[in-house]
């Protein structure tokens, strides 16, 4: 987090928090925020929201109305509890995009995470929106401008998180599940993305099959990578398919249509000595053929 923004944050009197990331990082953010002098609220649309942020830590409430209801719900909301500041993950989200227009309507700051522009150890927080939406410049004269004072670092190897896929996957499993066994109080709510806990599993299992099976088969590859034996290459990152960046911030349909037309691109254009690296994303390998 940019530490300027988070400061601005921790200076807000009475925040609300809407959907965070799976797991616990809204508890531990609450507590920081509160510690501070701040009064935190929290609304939950579902019981995986529930289960991540449960009703005990106070100043909890429940939306189960339907999404075309929300505005109102919201305008009420931040009305009657003098709310200075909104924080959710994910701008593009249908609830966020309609609390996010309120907020500016009236004059109420809204502040959006997002994981970590620089992964794996960041988390983005930004005022306004991420991605596209956010305050970062756009023009690339200055990104020019600004590169000499950046000093080249020696690539470094990035330190394997502590427990590393598990823990995630286990905040996953028992936020999905919540989600479903509570599905009859929450009957209006509309999620962003599949909710089966089963179409999870089986893509997990796809993922982590592919996952060693390309190890094995692009091992030499890899290693000459690593070892600099690759000399002129451009890379391009995939995306996950169900991203804000592809759905909403890109001219893409699909993740699908954006690597054909790069690929089509550099087959026609690119120098004949340099080679397209394409990097799948470790988070979408079992999702998509």
Known sequence: ??????????ACRKILLLQGPIGTFFQHLSAWLQQGGSLVYKINFQGGDEWDY????????AYTGKVSDFDAYFANFVQEHQIDAVVCHGDTRIYHKIAKTICQQQNISFWAFEEGYYRPFWVTLEKDGVNDFSSLPKDIAFFQAAAPNFPIKKYQKATDIKGGFFPIAKAAILH???MQIRKKQYPNYQHHRETQLWYYIKSWIRALW???WYQYKEASIAEKIENGNIQSFFILPLQVSTDSQIHTHSNFSSMQECLLEVMQSFAQHAPKHCQLIVKHHPMDRGFTS
Do not use: S
Request: glycine residues 4%; charged residues 15%.
């Open 176 to 178: 999905y599940v919540a």
């Open 54 to 61: 449960p009703k005990h830590l106070g100043q909890t409430f």
């Open 210 to 212: 592919r996952k060693k």
């Open 1 to 10: 987090m940019t530490q300027a923004f988070i400061i601005q944050l921790a």
